[in-house]
């Protein structure tokens, strides 16, 4: 955590920081609950200065109020204080995984499917499949297989 | 003092402008501005900490669900700490009339709040740790250096804001800024000891 940042927030306990830096620091302050527990403790210290008592204060004490005013809907800030971190990019990595996946499956040769309704479907007799199978091999050259007992053991 | 003022309000308004266009994550915003004062000020009515907790967390959600409302004749933080005061009152009364403490008395508390000399209801560990924090926060800023200990005490203990103090020490405003922010600093790590 860089001093600059801390620096602010002292401007901030002034009431010193303009307006529209004000409401980002205190944007930050939500995003970061290490941040926002330093920003807490320096108004605990302001108020023993001055000889005021300082109450204890939970760490959630905003994620107890939205959970009052907005029970349905956990935001962004309780997931991170709850240990969640919210990544946009591990969630789009995750959608962009799904839909290859769908497109594999989708475009591959209806013999190497792995849905259990298509190998049910197609799986009708053994002479079918194994039929599929060698002209799956020869499509894809495979002429070592060609012509000879297909074995799927475990390759040695 | 007049900086002061006009950036507070600046920014509440900001806010509770955000919050009434249906922001409802600027809110968020106003809460942690101003808990901790509020949780101070409740903490005068309402001893018990956790329950000083619920009903400053009550206050919140009391504004939140008035500010359609306001039309900003006042500040918003009078307007907050009026119904912060007025849920720890409540709380008080409830208390009362479920007879758990016979002696609450909303007249007496308002006595309360206006004596904090009447408030030394802290156990004798309680006064020891105060005290000794006290001494700490004295000692941390004499042994500040000169400037540091000048810009911090014209802050905290005379009011002046940044430009009044930079121009009583003949100093940019960013050097002020500075020096608080590294007074605050050498303070808090002095107290460390202290919170571990």
């Known amino acids: 955590m860089s001093n600059s940042i801390h620096e602010q927030i002292s401007c901030l306990l ?52 939205n959970a009052q005013l907005h029970p349905s809907r956990p935001s962004m800030q309780s997931l991170k204080a ?75 | ?25 600027a809110f968020d915003l106003l809460v942690i501005k101003h808990q901790q004062k509020i949780l101070q000020l409740v903490n005068r009515y309402v001893k018990d900490p956790g329950e000083a907790q619920d009903v400053a967390q009550e206050a919140f959600i009391k504004a939140y669900r008035a500010l359609p409302g306001f039309r900003g004749d006042s500040a918003f933080y009078t307007w907050l700490y009026r119904i912060a005061i007025n849920t720890a009152k409540n709380w008080l009364m409830a208390k009362s009339r479920r007879g758990s403490d016979a002696d609450i008395d909303i007249d007496e508390a308002e006595k309360y709040l206006n004596a904090p000399q009447l408030q030394g209801q802290e156990t004798p560990e309680e006064a020891v740790l105060n005290q000794e924090i006290i001494d700490t926060i004295q000692q941390a800023i004499d042994e500040l250096p000169e400037e540091m200990r000048t810009a911090i005490s014209l802050r905290e203990f005379e009011g002046l804001s940044y430009e009044e103090i930079a121009q009583a020490m003949h100093c940019p405003i960013g050097t002020v800024r500075s020096r608080i922010f590294r007074a605050r600093e050498a303070i808090d790590k002095k107290l460390s000891f202290l919170a571990n």
């Open chain 1, 14 to 65: 002034d009431d010193e920081l303009p307006p529209e830096q004000a409401t980002q620091l205190l944007q930050q302050l939500r995003d970061d609950a290490t941040l926002r527990h330093h920003y807490h403790r320096q108004q605990a210290l302001r108020m023993r200065l001055h000889h005021e008592p300082t109450p204890p204060m939970s760490t959630d004490f905003l994620e107890q109020i």
């Open chain 1, 82 to 156: 709850a240990g969640h971190p919210v990544n946009w990019s591990m969630g789009l990595l995750a959608l962009a995984a799904a839909l290859l996946i769908w497109l594999t499956v989708n475009n591959m040769p209806q013999t190497t499917s792995l849905a259990p309704t298509t190998l049910a479907h197609t799986s009708s007799t053994h002479a079918a499949s194994h039929a599929r199978l060698r002209e799956y091999l020869q499509a894809h050259n495979s002429s070592r297989y060609v012509g000879r007992p297909i074995l799927l053991t475990a390759h040695r």
């Open chain 2, 1 to 25: 003092m007049k900086t002061h003022l006009r950036t507070t309000d600046s920014v509440d308004e900001h806010l509770v402008t955000q919050v009434q266009q249906g922001n409802k994550q």
